[in-house]
């Protein structure tokens, strides 16, 4: 964990206040530091190690958060992953929903657990939240972690079980890389924000797409764990020991010694220059010289892109667009720099489903 945030007071402005930032309960300084600085609503996700005492660790960092910030987090029981993740839907504990109102949280998050290709399971966790939601008084948020496949397998389905639901629903997708570099699974997952209930949780910065496309909150991962949910056998994430930075140019996390190596063979300025609240104009390979620095870049980052898009009168567009925009740019930097700097691939899934005009 860096040193505490310096002071940066950028608070989200009013657009952007669906998208919320999603932190590892162990990651609670960080956490509350994003909060403060940026105002992004948080969304604390417990241990997925059942040997941590998950809820009454994820209870404990909900009442440290609220001490320090004031505010109320979301809180993800986060159940649906890890090696011990529990499978299906079924065993929603109430006693736990009822702690959340209980905590102030201010949407109640069920604890369903991974559904990997069965869609019956995805009904029965829907049904589930309707159950809860019927003897709550606050809104409560289906919690569906699907593996990505089933997406593009079981569209259909999906778009008319969400369709007809009276909750809305938490959307997180397993995938031992990126989800959204499917094609199809972006395809659906555009069909299925139509729906105008959909919240992707644990997202990477295809979330921005999500709010422009009519997601009514998303929220968006600090680590690579948190920015999808890792197949059960799988752990990831990122083994540097160098930082993730935030590359604005090419809308991708790269390890900081990559920007370096690549800064000093691909010298192209406006690449470099990063408009965020804390480079403030100045290259990234020279702003950020500490971990520090990465955190408070990388969520400026965010911020300044997600109102870039959400600003614009077209946001769908305006998303297209910044996806065109870092595709071609990565293609540069990877001609000057070499392998490591491939496009994202969900930057051709998004510009795939472009429409040839995209309609009001
Ligand atoms: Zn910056």
């Not at 609220?66 to 504990?93: C, F, H, I, V, W």
Request: overall charge negative; aromatic content about 8%; hydrophobic content about 40%.
């Amino acid at each position: 964990m860096p040193e505490p945030l310096a002071p940066l007071k950028t608070p989200v402005p009013s657009a952007l206040r669906p998208l919320a930032i999603q932190a590892s309960v162990e990651n609670l300084d960080l956490a509350v530091g994003l909060h403060l600085e940026f105002g992004f609503d948080i969304v604390l996700t417990a241990s997925s190690d059942p040997r941590r005492n998950p809820y009454a660790t994820l209870e404990a960092a909900s009442r440290t958060f609220y001490e320090r910030t004031g505010s109320y987090a979301q809180l993800d029981a986060n159940r649906y992953a890890g090696p011990n993740r529990k499978m299906g839907a079924s065993d929603l504990r109430v006693d736990w929903a009822q702690k959340q109102i209980q905590l102030g949280a201010p949407l109640i998050l069920t604890d369903a657990g991974y559904i990997d290709g069965d869609i019956a399971q995805v009904r029965e966790a829907i049904a589930s939240a309707e159950e809860l939601q019927s003897i709550l008084d606050k809104p409560v948020l289906a919690t569906l972690a699907v593996a990505a496949p089933m997406l593009r397998n079981f569209r259909t389905e999906l778009v008319d079980l969400v369709g007809n639901s009276t909750v809305s629903i938490g959307l997180a997708l397993g995938h031992a890389a990126d989800p959204l570099s499917s094609i199809q699974v972006v395809g659906a997952l555009i069909e299925l924000l139509s729906l105008g209930k959909v919240h992707p949780r644990r997202i990477d910065l295809s979330g921005i797409g999500a709010l422009a496309f009519g997601a009514p909150g998303v929220s968006i991962g600090t680590t690579a764990t948190l920015r999808h949910v890792y197949p059960a056998k799988k752990g990831g994430g990122n083994t540097s020991q160098w930082w993730s930075t935030l590359v604005p140019g090419t809308m991708s996390w790269r390890t900081h010694d990559k920007v370096m190596d690549a800064a000093s063979t691909f010298t192209d300025h406006h690449f470099w220059q990063c408009g965020c609240d804390y480079c403030f104009g100045r290259a990234i390979s020279i702003a950020i010289q500490s971990e520090a620095a990465a955190v408070l870049h990388n969520f400026a980052t965010i911020k300044s892109l997600a109102e870039r898009v959400l600003s614009s009168p077209d946001s769908r567009l305006s998303w297209f667009e910044m996806c065109q925009h870092a595709q071609t740019y990565a293609y540069e930097v990877m001609s000057e720099s070499g392998p490591g700097w491939e496009p994202q691939d969900y930057l051709g899934a998004w510009l795939s489903n472009k429409p040839v005009r995209v309609p009001n």
